[in-house]
């Protein structure tokens, strides 16, 4: 299943993308969003899919340009992990870590794919990254080496982990300042259930800036695969239904041009996108 949410910022319901890719359909009659307490719940996913299946939901009549909220409401934490694709440590001269790097982005910088994101006031290195997003759907901790991780996965989606670089690297501390700028994590346009993923290490994942290809890689090339990075972050925090995972970012950003790269501005167009997790499209304007 396509999960989305869809209306103004605070407002959003909860719908349905049918198979066709294009009829949006109403899940309010059975659900009051799409959030953590839906996707630990299977039996009210089971009802959402025999419904689906029988036609029987209602078609949303909406707009051409209605608003696609962030898929999943009332999310907890979003954990990033850095350097998780060899070819994005190798153009950004870093050895690949021997475990996974972690980071914390807040939830509240989470916003639609279609929306605004802001560049910082101050900022001079303002950087795309393209990444496959987990979102959990089990209360994971302390994964055993003879569980399966995949099986607290409720979906996956398309993030983009905005980055300003000279807060991340040149300004002391850690990375926190460069990753949580508001607006810096577009997440959708939907979930895309467990079910419809059956191998999340053979994604392709593409980004654009001003129409001009970026980035472009699969997750094949991770160096922590998905069911690796879940197990190893639940040894060091808990994961909740609807936490989201961004699992790193391919070769291709800015970072790794050296010092002529040009980075991103107020008017710049970025697009991303995953094998069969939809596309997103950001407009940039100064904060």
Known sequence: MRLLR?????????????????TLRDLS?????????????????????????????????????????????????????????????????????????VFLKAADTVVGAYDTVLVPRGSTKTDWEV????VIGRTARYIGDNEDPLAY???YAVAHDVSERAFQLERGGTWDKGKNCETFNPLGPWLVTADEVPDPQALGLRLWVNGELRQNGSTADQIFPVAEVVRYVSRFMTLYPGDVINTGTPAGVALGQGDGARYLRAGDVVEAEIDGLGRQRQTLKDA
Request: hydrophobic residues 45%.
């Open 6 to 22: 869809i209306g103004a910022a605070g407002a959003e319901h909860p719908a349905l993308l049918d198979q066709d890719g294009t």
């Open 29 to 101: 009659g059975l659900v009051d969003d799409i959030d953590g307490e839906l996707l630990a719940d299977p039996f009210t996913l089971d009802r959402i899919r025999a419904a689906a299946g029988a036609g029987v939901l209602p078609v949303l009549d909406t707009p051409a340009e209605v608003r696609l909220g962030p898929p999943v409401a009332r999310i907890g934490k979003v954990v990033c992990i850095g350097l998780n694709y060899h070819d994005h440590a190798a153009e950004t001269g870093a050895e690949p870590p021997a475990e996974p790097v």
């Open 131 to 134: 990444e496959l997003a987990v």
């Open 153 to 155: 996965v409720a979906g």
